[in-house]
């Protein structure tokens, strides 16, 4: 159209062939605007197929890393991630919580490097973990399946590009008592939320992370004890301690958590921002690695006792006001 509109001007306008200095200008005149409506017109397709683009990579992601229910078998649930890549949702860490006839199984992980890289290997541990933790009846033989299929995902990448990788992982399972067993292979381990008070659980010596070095023969899970009724677990990666502000100072992890759960009851929401926000304003909003935090609350006691209370049980998840998804602001 704005073609048509130039040369039917050209050779149709008697102005346009006109040497005179008004003549000229409206030249320009008609000229510029032919190039500004395509410039414009150019630029709305491109806008056009930038955000179909990111409609379908938030949706692939979406699928890759999907969110969690607020409830999962009486244990509360909150959690976020935060890539290091402007524009991406997913990154290097990797986070899943799934009920099975075992129990409540949890996988936290984080992958060597960040960003947009590390998604092939976040797939490669996901899918396989969720498949495993209903058909194993050991924690152990998840960990061992997490293994193979990270050894097969690095094979073929290493037909195509050289590139050293391997990814930390931490196993959890939490039993309908609220028993919890540990894997941890070279993550950090999670605290404990109880109290008012926020614990780092330590645990026997991690195993060297997946894919550096072969599984040992023997995996012995660590029990860390019953996780009792309103208690929390939280979970990180790396990139949370790590984290450091303009002066290289790195995030003080446990005093933002004693804060955020200081004085009030114990809420996966309510610490997930605190913890967050607490983050972003340390790092001035540009975390340099990506960032995830999972919050697991035990309530099944919790429910059972209020059902005993009122002689009769709610049926589907309590109100919105401790199970409204948090809103975390990008870098």
Not at 220 to 234: D, Q
């Given at each position: 159209m704005w073609g048509a509109?130039?040369?039917?001007?050209?050779?149709?306008?008697?102005?346009?062939?006109?040497?005179?200095?008004?003549?000229?200008?409206?030249?320009?005149?008609?000229?510029?605007?032919?190039?500004?409506?395509?410039v414009l017109q150019v630029r709305q397709l491109m806008l056009r197929d930038l955000r179909q683009a990111r409609r379908v990579a938030g949706a692939a992601q979406s699928v890759l890393l999907r969110p969690l229910p607020a409830r999962i078998d009486g244990l509360a649930t909150a959690a976020a991630q935060l890539s290091a890549d402007h524009g991406a949702t997913v990154g290097g860490d990797l986070y899943e919580v799934i009920?099975?006839?075992?129990?409540?199984?949890?996988?936290?992980?984080?992958?060597?490097?960040?960003?947009?890289?590390?998604?092939?290997?976040?797939?490669?541990?996901l899918g396989s973990f969720r498949e495993a933790?209903?058909?194993?009846?050991?924690?152990?033989?998840?960990?061992?399946?997490?293994?193979?299929?990270?050894?097969?995902?690095?094979?073929?990448?290493?037909?195509?590009?050289?590139?050293?990788?391997?990814?930390t992982v931490l196993l959890l399972e939490i039993a309908p008592d609220g028993e919890v067993h540990a894997l941890n292979c070279g993550h950090p381990w999670p605290y404990l939320l109880s109290g008012g008070r926020a614990e780092p659980m330590a645990g026997a010596d991690p195993l060297p992370p997946l894919g550096a070095f072969p599984l040992p023969a023997e995996l012995?899970?660590?029990?860390?004890?019953?996780?009792?009724?309103?208690?929390?677990?939280?979970l990180h990666t790396d990139g949370v301690e790590d984290a450091r502000d303009g002066d290289g100072r790195f995030f003080p992890l446990p005093?933002?958590?004693?804060?955020?759960?200081?004085?009030?009851?114990?809420?996966?929401?309510?610490?997930?921002?605190?913890?967050?926000?607490?983050?972003?304003?340390?790092?001035?909003?540009?975390?340099k690695d990506d960032i995830a935090i999972l919050v697991i609350r035990n309530d099944r006691l919790i429910r059972a006792a209020?059902?005993?209370?009122?002689?009769s049980c709610p049926i589907g998840p309590p109100g919105p006001a401790a199970d409204t998804p948090p809103v975390v602001p990008g870098p």
């Open positions: 509109t130039a040369v039917t001007y050209k050779w149709a306008c008697p102005v346009a062939h006109s040497n005179r200095v008004g003549a000229r200008l409206a030249n320009s005149a008609v000229f510029l605007a032919v190039g500004a409506g395509l009920a099975t006839e075992h129990g409540v199984r949890v996988v936290m992980g984080d992958v060597r490097g960040h960003g947009l890289s590390a998604i092939g290997t976040v797939a490669a541990v933790v209903h058909d194993e009846a050991e924690l152990t033989g998840v960990l061992t399946r997490l293994d193979r299929a990270l050894a097969r995902h690095l094979r073929d990448r290493a037909r195509a590009e050289d590139t050293e990788e391997f990814v012995p899970a660590t029990p860390f004890g019953r996780l009792l009724p309103g208690e929390a677990l939280f005093a933002a958590l004693a804060e955020a759960v200081r004085g009030r009851p114990i809420s996966p929401h309510s610490v997930l921002r605190a913890v967050f926000a607490q983050l972003l304003r340390h790092t001035g909003g540009r975390p209020a059902c005993r209370g009122t002689g």
